[in-house]
T-cell receptor, first 117, second 112 residues
Framework: GAVVSQHPSWVICKSGTSVKIECRSL??????MFWYRQFPKQSLMLMATSNEGSKATYEQGVEKDKFLINHASLTLSTLTVTSAHPEDSSFYIC?????????????FGSGTRLTVV | KNEVEQSPQNLTAQEGEFITINCSYSVGISALHWLQQHPGGGIVSLFMLSSGKKKHGRLIATINIQEKHSSLHITASHPRDSAVYIC??????????????FGKGTLLTVNP
């Protein structure tokens, strides 16, 4: 079945540093990937839609200069949290939509728990 | 505002019980997803449906387009089914935008 690998699964970083999270579709191509943020006991909040070969589309209120998204290939999208601060601590998760859609839907990564100290 | 409502928010059951989780949405959709999120955070896509009914093992998902309502059923529930179940929809008005709108989730706890 479709698998999305997200790495790292957890990371602790110092305030002011940058952290890169990778989302890789292992056995299918994904023209479109999504990045979400989830606070404890809350639902997923879409941050941005990542399209291969073009600029990401950010949701209202999400700082594009802080959350840099690169989708350089059909199997890899990256989210870089720049100059991280403690308030950026959260659970980040990606999902990938197979190119052409498919009948099963979207595949989610296992998430990355970011803690900024 | 396009909304997705789930009920109940929390559900506790005894092992073996039949479980139903409901999802209602406000306007037309092109697809509805049922997702499962375990305590560790990872999300598994259970079903994507736009009409009728789908079954996978002990899980059944149904959707009524006219009533804008979907249900997820779990037969013979087991403690390993304990998780948060999330309903998500793609609106008809989305065009080439494939993003989903999520419900707030239902926390299911199945006791042995």
């Amino acid at each position: 079945g479709a698998v999305v690998s997200q790495h790292p699964s957890w990371v602790i970083c110092k305030s002011g540093t940058s952290v890169k999270i990778e989302c890789r579709s292992l056995d299918f191509q994904a023209t479109t990937m999504f990045w979400y943020r989830q606070f404890p006991k809350q639902s997923l909040m879409l941050m941005a839609t990542s399209n291969e070969g073009s600029k990401a589309t950010y949701e209202q209120g999400v700082e594009k200069d802080k959350f840099l998204i690169n989708h350089a290939s059909l199997t890899l999208s990256t989210l870089t949290v720049t100059s991280a601060h403690p308030e950026d601590s959260s659970f980040y998760i990606c999902s990938a939509r197979p190119t052409g859609g498919g009948s099963y839907g979207y595949t989610f990564g296992s998430g990355t728990r970011l803690t900024v100290v | 505002k396009n909304e997705v409502e789930q009920s109940p928010q929390n559900l506790t059951a005894q092992e073996g019980e039949f479980i139903t989780i409901n999802c209602s949405y406000s306007v037309g959709i092109s697809a509805l997803h049922w997702l499962q999120q375990h305590p560790g955070g990872g999300i598994v896509s259970l079903f994507m449906l736009s009409s009728g009914k789908k079954k996978h093992g002990r899980l059944i998902a149904t959707i009524n387009i006219q009533e804008k309502h979907s249900s997820l059923h779990i037969t013979a529930s087991h403690p390993r089914d304990s998780a948060v179940y999330i309903c998500a929809v793609r609106w008809n008005s989305g065009g080439s935008n494939y993003k989903l709108t999520f419900g707030k989730g239902t926390l299911l706890t199945v006791n042995p």
